[in-house]
Structures are given as structure tokens and as C-alpha cells.
């Protein structure tokens, strides 16, 4: 691994900002940005609370693609409102990654709303706002009835496919091979 010290150019912040708001900004060698094929493509800023990664962003296609050469264990998750598909969801459980794609222009009826990047954590709470609560009242029968042995999101939706009485929207689940 190679490592750099690079210095952070700080910037006053332009337009609307707020009157002490700064911009940060870094140079990157061009061995590195070269070496990733990063000229020319968006990139991933990926923050954990410690560091921050930078990674090149791959399309809906490629992230499946290159998964699929990493053999991992893949599955695409496509959203329904009714009849229309709105998102289509690639879940790698292997590194716990995800990539989404907007099929309509109608964010109310996406999977993330206007989130174009959802972490892990955000794809748990949508597996979880497709599911009966856990603290609901009766929630023993209603697993015993649908066949699941215990509160699993993913179990639940594998059964129900996500459908909540107060939408039309659904969940369609396969494995990726």
C-alpha cells in the first residue's frame, strides 16, 4: 500500500452557503486516480466516521458484474408500485453493498427516495418499512401463519413479497448466479 501526505486547500464557500462555510479540497496523484480509471467517471466518497474512501462508481451494471467476478452472493430486489417497476435493487451480502436504479422519474414511488447512494443500514430499514412492525400485537401468529420461525425482514418479504395494506407497492426477489 501506498501512502501520501497531501495538504487540504480550504476554500470559502460561494452562493447560498452560510457566511463562515468552507470548501476542502484535495489534489490526488495522477498515478492513483490512473490506476483506479477515475479520469473522466464519478466517484464514491465512502465516510465511517474514522477515514474516507475513495472509489470509483460503477454503474448499476458494472457493480453487478464485478460482483459476480468476486463471486458473491448476489440478489436483485426489483420494486413495484402496482404494475410498474420503480427501482431496481442489487444486494451483495457478501460485503453488505448495494446499487440502486431509479426505473422512474417519480421519487415518492422509488425505494430510497432521492437517495442515489443507500448504505446498508438504509436498505435495512427498507426491508423493515416492508414488514408488519415486530412489537405489532399478534406478531407470533402472524410469523407462525406465513411459515417464518422468527422476526428476519428478509423471511418475511421472501413470503409476502413486501406488500403492505396502505400501498400497491411489492417486492419481486431472485438470486443473481
Sequence with gaps: MEKRILKIVVGTAGGTASKDSKTYKVSLPSKWVSEL??????????????????????????FIERKKQLAHKLFLLNFYDGKTLCTKICVDFTDESLSVKNMTENIVKTAFGN???????????????????????????YLETIGVEVYDPIKIIEKTKGRMSEDEQWIEWKEIK
Design 115 to 141: 437517495n442515489e447512494v443507500p448504505t446498508w443500514e438504509d436498505f435495512q430499514n427498507f426491508l423493515e418499512e416492508r414488514c408488519i412492525p415486530e412489537s405489532r400485537s399478534g406478531i407470533r401468529e
Design 37 to 62: 480509471n477515475l479520469s473522466d467517471t464519478q466517484i464514491e466518497l465512502c465516510f465511517d466516521g474514522e477515514k474516507i474512501v475513495i472509489s470509483p462508481h460503477l454503474s448499476f451494471d458494472n
